[in-house]
């Protein structure tokens, strides 16, 4: 029981950053389409990451639990978390302004990545993977968010409030895991048998395309066109929209890589995201944004390999080929819907 709850700690505090990055939608609000990409190195290996209190309590007499590095944010109503399909309901009080809604964990790689999905006065979601370092973790957290700007406020200074928000997150998790015992001994025996460290990348392409964005929505994410465009072999496909699921491989400069995919964000003729590990760990997110009469789609990927098993030559060679692949599919993506 201990693990577990220390495990939902962890979860339930990284997906408080998704909660505290959303306001109220006021009738005239700005709507916001954008990812971020953060990350950090905490000197303690991942087993000791994900097994650590980052400052979070439960409240054993109303089943509620706040964390430290969260400021306002309380979870409640658990249910089956955090396992895979798990929710639970949340509130933040931020400034002065209130906010609520549900999250949901759609993907679980133990001690590897997780993601979770929010939504209620927002629609977030979060893919955390922890990675060895050579002086401990790699946390990296992928953002996407779709979100109102609070009345009052630029997005600019809506960002700012945020960032300060969220680096006293990162600090206080950072400095949670980092005074937990035999921290500087596991790190050290991590860094002897470690060949090369976490190695990452990310990806951004787009192109114009003349056709409306529900028709470029609906073309992309039907399985039936996938081996029109997709330059990965997939299989067993499961579900439809959000949820859906299937197996993927791939053969890219030499290598031979292989696991699964679940769809973690659906917003038809807006935006589409696929969170995928195995081989390598990352997610595929799909903006569809109205450029006059046609769409202009963008395309965003954050890649990880997360273990030792391969060097820094051959990922900077399969980095390469991956997006030379991504931008062939665009444009046959292109040529498929103007044709």
């Keep these: 029981m201990k693990g577990k709850w220390s495990a939902m700690f962890l979860m339930g505090a990284s997906l408080a950053l998704m909660a505290g990055c959303e306001a109220k939608r006021p009738a005239e609000a700005m709507r916001l389409t954008e990812t971020i990409m953060g990350s950090t190195v905490i000197e303690a290996p991942p087993e000791k990451v994900w097994s650590t209190n980052w400052g979070c309590a439960a409240n054993e007499s109303d089943g509620t639990v706040t964390c430290e590095r969260w400021p306002g944010f309380i979870m409640k109503n658990l249910r089956n978390y955090p396992e895979v399909g798990g929710t639970y309901d949340w509130t933040w009080d931020w400034e002065g302004r209130k906010y609520s809604g549900q999250a ?3 993907m679980n790689v133990a001690n590897k990545m997780f993601v979770e999905k929010m939504t209620g006065d927002m629609d977030w979601t979060m893919t955390t993977i ?8 790699r ?3 992928l953002h996407e968010y779709t979100m109102d700007v609070p009345p009052g406020m630029s997005s600019e200074q809506f960002g700012e409030e945020l960032k300060k928000y969220c680096d006293n997150a990162t600090a206080v998790a950072k400095k949670n895991i980092e005074k937990a015992p035999d921290s500087k001994e596991a790190v050290a025996a991590l860094a002897a048998k470690m060949e090369v460290s976490s190695l990452s990348d990310t990806t951004m392409a787009g192109v114009e395309i ?3 964005p529900e028709a470029v929505f609906s073309y992309l994410t039907d399985p039936a066109h996938f ?4 330059w990965s072999q997939n299989s067993n496909y499961q579900g439809r929209g959000l949820g859906e699921t299937w197996d993927w491989s791939i053969e890219i400069a030499g290598q031979k890589l292989g696991g699964h995919a679940m769809v973690v964000d659906y917003l038809p003729g807006q935006k589409w ?3 995928w590990n195995g ?3 990352g997610t595929d997110t799909w903006l569809f944004v109205p450029a006059g009469a046609g769409t202009r789609l963008s395309f965003i990927q954050y890649a990880a390999t997360v273990g030792p098993h391969m060097t820094r030559t051959d990922w900077d060679s399969i980095v390469q080929a991956n997006r030379k692949d991504i931008e062939q599919t665009l444009q ?3 040529a498929r819907l103007e044709k």
Excluded: Q
């Excluded at 922890?130 to 973790?137: I, L, N, S």
């Excluded at 081996?227 to 997709?230: I, K, N, R, T």
């Design 332 to 334: 046959k993506i292109k």
């Design 273 to 275: 995201a696929v969170a």
């Design 139 to 141: 946390i990296i957290e």
């Design 130 to 137: 922890t990675a060895p370092h050579e002086r401990g973790t």
């Design 227 to 230: 081996a029109e465009w997709e």
């Design 279 to 281: 081989d390598f760990h």
């Design 210 to 212: 003349a056709a409306p």
């Design 104 to 106: 949901m964990r759609v």
